[in-house]
């Protein structure tokens, strides 16, 4: 038993020794020891097995005047990678995470809403494979895939439960990718896997509550609670297209009234655009190029998204009250306009008593964000920091 926890410590040490240095690269030996508290005979260990393991280099030390500088120790970039993927309605994007959890390669095809799940998922396999011959990947240095679906998903199965967007119901997503890849395969709620890319560089959120709200083809969250992504029973914390905005509303297809997704739903926004005009904008990606081309309908359509939406971020902050809430989506992350009149709908909806000192801001990870998340979601759960 003695041996057991003395193997245990060896191997949470390694942990965090790596997390301090992909932290505060670059890095000396003696900082190192100082803030993990750790000896320096431990530390001289535990970084020349690093160095060994090829997951960290040194960087050159100088002469000065008062003598040689401490060596300085850096991650190595090159050591690991790992892909993340972003099954949207209309595209997919892949992308390739270095250990430095920088974006190094971006891809991004588009998909049409009659392809099959079996399509979708030959298309994939192709494309990851493609992804790992032009960047030259061993499987030795790929720690593994992370995908980010919307929908309700069973993460630690890897099934997608349903998918409204895809029409997807238990899809075995993770064994069908497994017949094909020789490493680690997360499956996730795509805002669940952005908001790792969201709250900060190597898996530690800047605030430790926090709520991303992802306005798109559907409507969702994800929660962070004191620094953990928060799941629920089921994992389906964030499902928040069915909160009842309107007991007397319009019937859901899930047979209660008033859903939220009532409100933001695609067909909804049409009836915003005249009649002669909804042929031209008949897709989510259409209606949101005439939002960004100012088209006169938009104003009005604008005004009811953003209402909407604040009226969401008041209710879950009267719930969690987070340190700050993050609003992602195509149609309002490149548009000022747009932010502009989300926050003023904030100023007008959000209980002020509780509201004061929350930010609210709007992402800037654009497209990149599910994929770059997925990717740092490998890395955590493969390096377990």
Not at 34 to 41: C, D, F
Not at 141 to 168: A, C, H, M, N, T
Request: glycine share 6%; charged share 25%.
């Amino acid at each position: 038993m003695l041996k057991h926890d003395q193997v245990q410590m060896k191997k949470q040490n390694r942990k965090i020794v790596l997390d301090r240095i992909r932290n505060h690269e670059p890095i000396s030996r003696i900082q190192l020891a100082k803030i993990t508290k750790m000896s320096p005979t431990t530390i001289t260990r535990i970084v020349q097995e690093l160095i060994e393991e090829d997951y960290i280099i040194e960087a050159m030390s100088e002469e000065t005047a008062i003598g040689r500088r401490p060596t300085l120790i850096n991650v190595n970039p090159e050591a690991r990678y790992s892909i993340g993927v972003e099954i949207d309605r209309s595209k997919l994007r892949i992308g390739l995470l270095n250990f430095s959890c920088e974006l190094v390669d971006f891809v991004e095809t588009p998909l049409m809403r009659s392809e099959s799940y079996e399509w979708i998922i030959d298309n994939l396999v192709l494309e990851i494979q493609k992804l790992i011959l032009t960047n030259q990947i061993s499987q030795e240095r790929l720690l593994g895939i992370g995908i980010g679906i919307p929908g309700r998903i069973d993460q630690e199965r890897g099934i997608v439960i349903i998918s409204e967007q895809f029409k997807w119901k238990n899809k075995h997503v993770r064994d069908d990718l497994a017949q094909h890849f020789q490493c680690t395969i997360a499956i996730d709620n795509e805002l669940k896997m952005q908001i790792f890319a969201e709250s900060g560089k190597f898996f530690k959120p800047i605030q430790r509550n926090s709520i991303l709200i992802g306005v798109g083809s559907g409507i969702g969250a994800a929660i962070i609670l004191n620094g953990e992504i928060y799941r629920g029973l089921k994992n389906n914390a964030g499902e928040i297209s069915h909160l009842t905005i309107n007991p007397f509303g319009e019937q859901c297809s899930c047979g209660n009234r008033g859903c939220l997704s009532n409100y933001t739903r695609e067909d909804t926004l049409q009836q915003f655009i005249p009649e002669a005009q909804r042929s031209e904008y008949n897709t989510l990606e259409k209606i949101v190029e005439g939002i960004h081309a100012n088209e006169e309908w938009s104003i009005p359509l604008i005004d009811h998204i953003a209402t909407y939406l604040a009226i969401t971020i008041n209710n879950l902050i009267c719930i969690y009250e987070p340190d700050e809430v993050i609003v992602t989506g195509e149609a309002l992350e490149k548009n000022i306009k747009i932010q502009n009149v989300v926050l003023a709908k904030c100023e007008k909806h959000i209980w002020r008593d509780i509201g004061t000192g929350i930010q609210i801001k709007f992402s800037e990870l654009n497209e990149t964000g599910v994929v770059k998340g997925a990717a740092m979601f490998v890395q955590k759960v493969e390096m377990e920091i």
